[in-house]
């Protein structure tokens, strides 16, 4: 380990050696962490990718890319990676809000200096950094626990005008129906599927290509149609038992319904009781005249349960297409994972970011009790369908308080001691690694000072 280091440290001297003979310096070593060096370029690239930096970009940078190299060694340590489809989504997110902010793809490109492509790529970089440092940072704080007793201490002294603000929540109830599809769309999509399987068993076309030209899975369709691997677990019912029937690569499956659409499979690899999978999603369309049909019955329901002949929880529990809320007598329900141990969090409580967009659209306005005219819009799967809401309940915004909203004290309180545990974490690898600056960057309030060693 020390040759690595004295390489690092003649790998800087003779970088600095080299731009102080040049005029016109065109790269060099600023930084280095352990055997990893870190350039001016690197600094540059991230600088341009970040639209704000607090402080001085040129301490800042720096010392957070080294804060990422640290963690990435942290993550090999453990074997800690993320998969491929988590990083493709949060780019293209990335992506889509860089176009609009630019105007267009084209606008975009002029300004990056860059294809998408090429932005695209160095994005992906970027995020997989990022995401495997969550990833690390959450393995290493797993076993902190806090304890109701710990909240109520934490809390116990603390001003009132300290505690956080709860934005306004509401409660919500779901009537949804799915207009029924068309026979002859189903026949139009599944002789699309048929066209493709021939193309690729006669040779003329391979599925990869086919997927990214046809699949309506925008995030897999960038690779070819392949997704992670996966167990069956994590796979809709129809599709896993088709795709864990594969066993020949070189097969197509036959054309499969799930929740999201109609599909047809290839096997790419098997590890253990996993499977990676490329596929072919099409959607199918619904016609206008069936979402009207489905909009008009929606508004006769609603005619009769303002004239009491049955409730709306009793219209949900019995007419609802929407599985996830039918069980609850029409009431949504939002799931999250709780941080500190891992566990699914249920409650009928959303602020108004966390509901889709158009029911917090038609939700704003409410009043509770009142049930909103029909309207259109997308399931979780991708489906078009026609919905109908009651707002039960509205929690305004208010100062937390122990007895209301202890899961989001308790956060709070893991928060600070998992910051605590990181912050030593980072003092202890800074003190076992090598690090060498460059003279000309140490001029610097650092949020960890201990990268300079006296």
Not at 150 to 174: A, C, M, N, Y
Not at 287 to 294: F, I, P, Q
Request: glycine content about 4%; aromatic content about 8%; hydrophobic content about 35%.
């Amino acid at each position: 380990m020390r040759l690595k280091y004295l390489f690092a440290a003649l790998l800087v001297g003779l970088h600095l050696t080299a731009a102080a003979q040049m005029n016109n310096v065109i790269d060099e070593v600023v930084w280095v962490v352990g055997d990893e060096a870190i350039f001016r370029s690197d600094v540059e690239k991230t600088r341009q990718q970040m639209q704000r930096v607090t402080g001085n970009p040129y301490c800042t940078i720096p010392e957070n890319l080294a804060l990422q190299k640290l963690f990435l060694h942290q993550a090999k340590i453990d074997s800690i990676d993320v998969p491929a489809e988590n990083v493709n989504r949060r780019v293209e997110q990335f992506i889509n809000q860089w176009v609009q902010d630019a105007g267009s793809k084209e606008k975009l490109e002029e300004y990056r200096g860059m294809t998408l492509s090429q932005i695209r790529e160095e994005t992906y970089d970027l995020i997989r950094s990022n995401l495997i440092m969550n990833e690390v940072r959450d393995h290493l704080t797993k076993d902190i626990k806090v304890t109701p007793a710990e909240v109520r201490h934490f809390f116990k002294d603390f001003p009132e005008d300290s505690l956080p603000l709860i934005p306004t929540q509401v409660e919500v109830e779901l009537l949804a129906e799915h207009p029924k599809v068309r026979q002859e769309e189903i026949d139009r999509i599944k002789g699309l599927l048929r066209d493709y399987t021939e193309q690729i068993n006669s040779g003329s076309q391979t599925f990869s290509v086919l997927a990214r030209m046809y699949s309506d899975d925008t995030e897999s369709a960038r690779q070819g149609g392949e997704m992670d691997y996966m167990s069956k677990m994590d796979l809709d019912p129809a599709f896993a038992n088709v795709a864990w029937s594969l066993t020949d690569p070189k097969k197509v499956s036959k054309i499969v319904e799930s929740q999201y659409g109609y599909h047809i499979i290839q096997l790419v690899d098997k590890r253990g009781d996993k499977l990676k999978l490329r596929h072919i999603l099409k959607r199918v369309h619904v016609d206008d005249r069936d979402v009207e049909a489905g909009l008009s019955r929606l508004d006769s329901i609603v005619t009769d349960i303002k004239a009491e002949k049955f409730t709306f929880e009793d219209a949900a529990s019995l007419l609802s297409d929407d599985k996830d809320s039918r069980n609850n007598r029409g009431l949504m329900f939002n799931v999250t994972q709780n941080p500190t141990n891992g566990e699914r969090m249920r409650t009928s409580r959303f602020r108004m970011a966390e509901l889709p967009t158009e029911i917090a659209r038609v939700v704003e306005g409410m009043e509770v009790g009142e049930i909103s005219k029909p309207f259109q819009m997308m399931d979780k799967a991708g489906k078009t369908q026609c919905v109908v809401v009651k707002l039960k309940s509205r929690i305004p915004s208010h100062t937390a308080t122990i007895t209301e909203d202890f899961q989001i004290l308790r956060q709070i309180v893991h928060n600070r001691r998992s910051d605590e545990f990181i912050e030593k974490w980072i003092r202890e690898k800074q003190r076992s690694t090598y690090v060498r600056i460059h003279p000309d960057w140490q001029n610097c309030e650092f949020q960890y000072p201990g990268w300079i060693k006296d």
